[in-house]
């Protein structure tokens, strides 16, 4: 049940049509197809070059599912913005403006915005079909897109115009490294970058370099720097994230669990932890350098230009990846929360959420506390924390095991919390719940709206494909909205996050590429 605040629940309804031009001679109005089938069609119709990137045309809309007929738009209400307390993250001086440099808004990875996201007022959907997932969405000086879209062949960086979603300019990368990775759950190879104070892309590729290319004042795409990484990143591993360290240095992270930094130089320096690793990193002002690997938190430091391990904490792990996992570890990125506090979850049964101290030395036990989340038998994450202030937000993705696992009508098992530290900083405990079913996608936190924005498919009693963007009250864990972002196939993120731009809109990568979700006028 939705809730609005005081409004009675709004519905409004259509009818979700077929782009004929995009799906060419298939032909899969008919409701006699499984629907199965019919998505295996839409994956057919998502990979022809009617979709592809091309610099200045208007791209199609991804073309909806035949069989959803009369889904629900929008329900709930309208709400007025609720703001609370700014975000006290410092200004990373090597990477763009916060909250527009990378997947996770900051340095402190927090998955927080400032500023008001979508209230529910009148929203309207757009989507353009790329062909390829644009997950990782930055915003470079002018409020433009700058993505790195992943397909099965290949990344693309593509600057993109943020109303219209029409590319401005677009540069392939390297091929994917398919044979040795999912290529549905794998994030090397780009999907971690970030965007830099000077408004350069900082990429990772799937041949083990990383890549700076500049966006141009036109939008256009100039490559300014690369660094072969393959001497210590070895032909099976591969690059799975790239962030600075508050001295310029860039510091990567492999699959295997290579953790090093170039210098502005161009030296490189490395350790090899030989614990895998599945996600990006946080970096604090203090020169901290926080991973997590499948089997510890680490804080690494650059000390005499090497890669010096500060202090390692080890955290509960069953030893196998849950349904909703992509490697059998934390499934987080670190998120880091004032000047005190680093938060990962585990990987045990309840999972748990895990704050520590994240300074040189510990005043006591590392671990500040502990709070059990979701269900045992029936919890996992692959999404990093929000962080904000005391408050983190966790999500459940248990059950989402690929692209296949909403299909026909399913999806996975509920929902979100809160968890707060404690005033005293020396517990925590847990808030609010929501039921709502997010799949994969990287939540938000709307500090000007007081909002938390998430990407859901909730359980239907038909066959239809859902995706809605869902706005949850951040004091109470109640939904106040949710509008549709599209039906089918094309329409599932596939871990990609929600992001909200300069103007308020959001933004979801999905599988068939991107969608903006904006109030009226």
Not at 470 to 488: E, H, Q, S, V
């Amino acid at each position: 049940m939705v809730s609005g605040e005081e409004a009675p629940l709004a519905r409004h309804s259509f009818t979700v049509g077929v782009n004929r031009h995009a799906i060419g001679s298939l032909s899969v109005a008919s409701t006699s197809v499984p629907y199965a089938a019919v998505a295996l069609l839409t994956l057919l119709a998502l990979a022809a070059p009617a979709g592809a990137q091309t610099a200045g045309q208007q791209p199609l809309e991804i073309p909806g599912s035949p069989l959803a007929l009369g889904i629900e738009a929008f329900e709930g209400a309208r709400v007025s913005a609720d703001p609370h307390r700014r975000l006290r993250v410092p200004q990373h001086p090597f990477m763009a403006p916060d909250p527009g440099s990378n997947i996770h808004n900051d340095a402190y990875q927090s998955d927080t915005y400032d500023r008001s996201g979508p209230l529910g007022d009148g929203i309207s959907a757009r989507s353009a079909l790329f062909t390829r997932e644009c997950a990782s969405v930055a915003f470079d000086r002018r409020g433009r897109i700058v993505t790195v879209c992943v397909g099965l062949d290949r990344p693309v960086l593509t600057v993109l115009d943020p109303d219209t979603l029409r590319p401005i300019s677009t540069r392939p990368l390297p091929p994917r490294q398919t044979g040795l990775q999912d290529p549905f759950s794998s994030f090397a190879g780009g999907g971690y970058f970030y965007l830099d104070n000077r408004d350069r892309a900082v990429i990772p590729t799937a041949d083990r370099q990383i890549v700076v290319i500049r966006v141009r004042g036109d939008g256009g795409l100039e490559p300014k720097r690369q660094v072969d990484l393959t001497g210590v990143v070895g032909p099976q591993d591969a690059v799975i994230a790239v962030m600075p360290d508050w001295r310029g240095r860039i510091w990567f992270a492999s699959t295997l669990g290579v953790v090093g930094f170039v210098t502005r130089s161009g030296s490189i320096r490395s350790l090899a932890t030989e614990e895998p690793i599945g996600n990006s990193f946080a970096v604090d002002e203090r020169g901290g350098v926080y991973i997590v690997t499948d089997a510890a938190l680490y804080r690494f430091q650059a000390r005499r230009n090497r890669v010096r391990t500060v202090w390692r904490a080890r955290y509960p792990n069953l030893g196998t990846m849950k349904p909703g996992q992509t490697q059998a570890g934390s499934g987080t990125t670190p998120t880091l929360l004032g000047r005190r506090f680093v938060a990962i979850t585990d990987n045990a049964d309840p999972m748990a959420v895990r704050v520590y101290q994240r300074g040189r030395r510990a005043a006591g036990r590392r671990l500040v506390c502990r709070e059990r989340v979701f269900e045992r038998g029936a919890s996992s994450t692959d999404q990093s924390l929000i962080g904000a202030g005391r408050s983190l937000v966790v999500e459940n993705n248990f059950g989402y095991t690929g692209i296949a696992s909403t299909l026909n009508g399913a999806t996975t098992t509920p929902g979100l919390e809160r968890v707060d530290i404690d005033r005293d900083g020396r517990g925590c405990h847990t808030v609010w719940r929501s039921d709502e079913r997010a799949p994969s996608v990287v939540p938000k936190l709307s500090l000007g709206a007081g909002l938390v924005y998430t990407y859901t498919k909730p359980k239907r009693d038909d066959i239809a494909d859902a995706w809605y963007l869902t706005a949850i009250d951040f004091d109470n864990g109640k939904t106040r909205w949710r509008a549709l972002g599209g039906t089918g196939f094309g329409f599932n993120n596939n871990f990609a996050p929600v992001s909200i731009g300069p103007d308020g809109a959001a933004y979801v990568g999905v599988l068939g590429g991107l969608v903006r979700l904006a109030d009226a006028g």
